[in-house]
C-alpha cells in the first residue's frame, strides 16, 4: 500500500474507536456545539427585527391618533422601539452580509 492510503485508513479506524468511544454526555456537548455554531439564523433575526420595528411603528401611530389616557407616552415609546428595531436589524444585517 501507498503511505497516502495507508494514512487514510490509519485515520479512517481512529474515527471508528473514537465513535464508539463517546459518551451520550460528549454526545450531548457536541451536539450543542454543533447547533450553536450554525450561520442560518441571522437573516431570520434581522426578519424578525424589522416585523417587529414596523409593528412598534404602526402601534406607536395608532396611540397618536387613539383617545386613550397617556397616548403620548405610548405613541413615543413604541415610536422609539420601532426606530431602534428598524436601524438595528438593518446594520446588524448590513455588518455581518
Not at 14 to 42: C, D, F, M, W
Request: include cysteine; charge should be positive.
Amino acid at each position: 500500500m501507498d503511505k497516502r492510503k495507508q494514512s487514510r485508513e490509519e485515520w479512517e479506524q481512529e474515527i471508528r474507536e473514537r465513535q464508539h468511544n463517546i459518551t451520550p454526555a460528549e454526545q450531548l456537548r457536541t451536539a450543542h456545539y454543533v447547533a450553536k455554531g450554525s450561520r442560518g439564523a441571522p437573516i431570520a433575526l434581522a426578519l424578525v427585527r424589522f416585523v417587529l420595528g414596523g409593528a412598534s411603528l404602526g402601534l406607536g401611530i395608532i396611540a397618536f391618533s387613539s383617545g386613550i389616557p397617556h397616548r403620548a407616552a405610548l405613541g413615543v415609546a413604541s415610536l422609539t422601539a420601532g426606530c431602534y428595531l428598524g436601524f438595528t436589524a438593518f446594520r446588524w444585517n448590513r455588518r455581518r452580509g
